[in-house]
């Protein structure tokens, strides 16, 4: 006796074959927006790192000539440096403030969603109004020493320090949140059986579980801090300055990002060929870095 089929079933079986034949043409928009807005970019600029250009269309080869300008460029080699530093610093400062905030923020207490919601509003506003809006804190502050963040390069250094954790460990506390709340309730309660402390606990059940956060947490930081651009150019816009032996200028607040924006419109428009260089090498160490940073710290979420 032949066995009737469920029309639900057979019209779902219609349905997913219709979806494989038609997905082509849903997703050639995605891929054409992809390949107009960033491969074909992405390889120009590359083509034009190689290259003495004033326009796209105007242009003269001159090979790997801009790299090596690039590094015999004593001020992006400091600025490589500077940002290096800035972080590392701010990558520990974000995720360990923002972690707490986390923590404290899953253990019940009044008002907890309110805090959560002021917590993360500074990451909505844009980073040119937070740059201005701190650069009059700042300058409130300093006065009443004579001095500006303009003037003092340590200054400027923690000002973005600041700027930079205001702005991000709201965003980075909602993803840490996220991470508390999926820890296993039961893991939690074998560990207080078994009469593991607070710090135990934390340590030996929560942070190991909380690792993809993490993971996703440090990635975020870190790449954002090498590409910080809008909120160096409004706090401190690279000053204060110092004059080196050959009469170039050496801005010493100045991140690697503006210092690709001033070598492209600065003074000199035959430099745009070796600001592209430099953007190349930008990015292939933001992404480099980004890449390490993930396969160790996922190393440590298989490990556990």
């Known amino acids: 006796m032949k066995k009737k089929r469920d029309p639900a079933s057979v019209n779902s079986a219609q349905m997913r074959r219709s979806l494989q034949r038609y997905s082509p043409i849903f997703l050639l928009p995605m891929v054409l927006a992809f390949a107009i807005g960033f491969v074909w970019p992405f390889f120009q600029g590359l083509f034009l790192s190689f290259t003495q250009f004033k326009t796209t ?10 790299y090596i300008k690039v590094f015999q460029d004593e001020n992006f080699l400091y600025s490589f440096l500077y940002t290096a530093v800035f972080a590392v610093v701010s990558l520990v400062i974000i995720n360990v403030l923002a972690f707490a905030v986390a923590y404290a923020l899953t253990m019940n207490i009044r008002g907890a969603n309110l805090f959560r919601t ?6 909505l506003i844009g980073g040119i109004v937070l740059g201005y809006i701190w650069s009059m804190i700042f300058d409130g502050i300093l006065s009443a020493y004579n001095t500006s963040i303009l003037m003092n390069t340590t200054w400027g250094f923690w000002g973005l320090i600041i700027l930079m954790c205001w702005q991000q460990i709201g965003y980075m506390m909602i ?16 560990a207080k059986i078994d009469g593991a402390n607070g710090w135990q606990t934390l340590c030996k059940v929560t942070i190991p579980n909380v690792m993809p956060s993490i993971t996703i947490c440090m990635f975020l930081t870190l790449t954002n801090s090498f590409k910080l651009f809008d909120q160096n150019l409004a706090l401190t816009g690279g000053l204060p300055y110092i004059i080196n032996p050959d009469g170039s200028a050496l801005h010493t607040t100045e991140m690697l990002a503006l210092n690709i924006y001033n070598t492209f419109y600065g003074q000199n428009i035959n430099s745009r060929g070796v600001a592209q260089a430099k953007a190349v090498l930008f990015f292939i160490l933001v992404a480099a870095i980004g890449l390490i940073q993930l396969r160790a710290t996922r190393n440590k979420e298989v490990q556990q």
């Open 57 to 66: 269309s105007k242009w003269t080869w001159v090979g790997i000539q801009n």
């Open 118 to 123: 002021v917590f993360f509003m500074p990451n």
């Open 175 to 190: 993803i840490y949140i996220a991470g508390l709340q999926a820890v296993p309730e039961d893991m939690m309660e074998a």
